[in-house]
T-cell receptor, first 112, second 113 residues
């Protein structure tokens, strides 16, 4: 089955700086890669996703890049703000009945 | 609220008791997923329905776990003879066939004493 590794487990950045979270996956059949943000006690919320036919996608301050050859994808957040503080999860799926396979999460801390 | 809803939000039970959770997906979504999330971990896939058919069941699930989606709308997840290791957040998600995006409910937090 799929295995998703996520790094780092904790990331502390100064407000206004950029943050980068990286994930690798093992199953070459995976073709869908979402990123979720989860605040304490809340549901995971989709912030951006990318499909395997695209190498990069951007939505305002958030971007995701995908390298299918190397089987890794990354989340980039620019101009970080205090409200970006949360746990971020990457995930992978082959679009079938296996559901999403999640990484272990990155606790992003924005220092004022 | 047209999002995914779950009930109850919190459940405390004693070891050995049975518990049942309910999930109501977004109305037009025909795919429904159950996940389990423990503290400090990402959600782990449990099972998946397309309409009323259960198409996949993770190896994580023992025979104490069962899920149903009788009319292709809401779903229930039952845990029989609960154990302390079952304490976790149980999340439900739904999606529309042909679109991979899964939307999560608020979860049911289970504590087994």
């Amino acid at each position: 089955g799929e295995n998703v590794e996520q790094h780092p487990s904790t990331l502390s950045v100064q407000e206004g700086d950029s943050a980068v979270i990286k994930c690798t996956y093992s199953d070459s059949a995976s073709n869908y890669f979402p990123w979720y943000k989860q605040e304490l006690g809340k549901r995971p919320q989709l912030i951006i996703d990318i499909r395997s036919n695209v190498g990069e996608k951007k939505d305002q301050r958030i971007a995701v890049t995908l390298n299918k050859t190397a089987k890794h994808f990354s989340l980039h957040i620019t101009e970080t703000q205090p409200e970006d503080s949360a746990v971020y999860f990457c995930a992978a799926s082959n679009g079938g009945a296996d559901g999403l396979t999640f990484g272990k999460g990155t606790h992003l801390i924005i220092q004022p | 609220d047209t999002g995914v809803s779950q009930d109850p939000r919190h459940k405390i039970t004693k070891r050995g008791q049975n518990v049942t959770f309910r999930c109501d997906p977004i109305s037009e979504h025909n795919r429904l997923y159950w996940y389990r999330q423990t503290l400090g971990q990402g959600p782990e896939f449990l099972t998946y329905f397309q309409n009323e058919a259960q198409l996949e069941k993770s190896r994580l699930l023992s025979d104490r776990f069962s899920a149903e989606r009788p009319k292709g709308s809401f779903s229930t997840l039952e845990i029989q003879r609960t154990e302390q290791g079952d304490s976790a957040m149980y999340l439900c998600a739904s999606s529309l066939q042909g679109w991979e995006t899964q939307y999560f409910g608020p979860g049911t937090r289970l504590l087994v004493l």
